[in-house]
């Protein structure tokens, strides 16, 4: 999954006041390298997770699957639902979001329809 980040004072509804006094970073879809590449050179300061996802996307993001990532993929290739995942590997609707969100970042993709397609294209996943 790209991303980009943007400097702003302004929150979109349902987002909590910031914690600290200044100011807030968002992290949007479709960044081009280019544009993270000039933020970090800008000396722009990011949280840990923000600047590790950077980084990952400037490099390429061209690390292996987990076999938990494998294993969600596998099922979302199935048609199960975030919900119907959770169930079947116990674990939460949440954490399969999050190996999902990782798993978009690592293919470098925005969905899930994308990343089952660009996983069997490459491979990962074996086709119908």
Do not use: W, Y
Not at 12 to 21: Q, W
Not at 40 to 58: E, K
């Amino acid at each position: 999954m790209s991303s980009s980040v943007s400097r702003t004072g302004a929150r979109s509804a349902g987002e909590s006041e910031p914690s600290n006094a200044g100011p807030s970073f968002r992290v949007r879809p479709s960044i081009s390298r280019c544009t993270a590449a000039s933020g970090l050179r800008a000396g722009i300061s990011f949280s840990p997770s923000v600047a590790r996802r950077l980084v990952q996307q400037l490099r390429g993001g061209d690390e292996r699957l987990t076999a938990r990532e494998l294993e969600v993929l596998a099922a979302v290739a199935r048609g199960l639902s975030n919900a119907a995942v959770g169930r079947a590997l116990f674990i939460t609707e949440a954490t399969v979001k999050t190996h999902l969100l990782r798993v978009f970042t690592k293919l470098g993709v925005d969905d899930r329809t994308r990343a089952v397609t660009v996983a069997i294209e490459r491979g990962i996943l074996p086709g119908a």
